[in-house]
């Protein structure tokens, strides 16, 4: 009997071993049954951020929260994280035979979830893109062109690499300030900041600085919801003129909806959960 349970354990663990080779871009916890949803987390984050959200819809949903490499001590990878990750989480939702999931991604996570709904269309049902937009560069500095952007990218990885470690987490615990509101939040992410590979963060932040959606969202057949925040920076302008830049950047989406909270920083799930669960619930429904 002993022997069997001991090969059961060893049965899964090599399943587990291999499913993690499979895609090596993220680690996945699979978290209930019903409806799938993908839930990607955003720079430096792990799938912890989602706790709440899988709390409130992880009943009768399944839930596949990732971590991606690099991410809050998931091993890294040596390709470029975004396009890597796209490809294996196609590959994923395929393999996992999931009937055309919820895509929910913050930040980072909601960048990839545009292009992996960009590229694969008949594979994702709904879009929810939590604060981030197809175009960073352009919402700052518009009428940015292509090259541009990747020339800004490559100065940015530049000027990061030549930081020290130590002064690269002081950035990112001020950055953090302006996106979370309670301090034990910023803890948290701090925590997952730390644990997280240097080279991946600042190749990730350049792989989105450098990109431009905007040209492939018409291709998106998902209703998409956008959750934006704006409070953290209203001495440069007012709720009216966010939701004009966002809407700007969403144009090519043809079923878009937006919506931005007025209490919630960036990373909406902790300074607001209850507004942005209510948009996500009348989303789904």
Known sequence: MLKKVIATIAAALALGHAAAAEHPAFK??????????????????????????VQRYCGNHQCHVLTLAGFAGVPAIDSPLIATTEQQLSGYITEQKLDRPTVIGHSLGGFLGMKLASDHPAQVGRLVIVDTMPALMAARMPGTTAAQMKEIAESMRTRMQAQTPEAMLAVTQQSLRTMISKQEDIDRAMNWARQSD?????????EMTAEDLRPG????TA?????????????????DSFIQMYQQQYQQLPKVQVELADNARHFIMYDDPAWMYDRIDNFLN
């Not at 240097?198 to 350049?206: F, G, Q």
Request: hydrophobic share 45%.
């Open 198 to 206: 240097r080279t991946t963060i600042i190749n990730s932040m350049a």
């Open 217 to 220: 969202l018409a291709r998106i």
């Open 223 to 239: 209703p998409t919801l956008v959750l934006g925040s704006w409070i953290a920076y209203k001495d440069y302008g007012n709720k």
């Open 28 to 53: 996945v916890d699979v978290i209930g049954k019903g409806a799938p949803i993908i839930l990607i987390p955003g720079l430096g984050s792990s799938g912890e951020v989602w706790n709440g959200t």
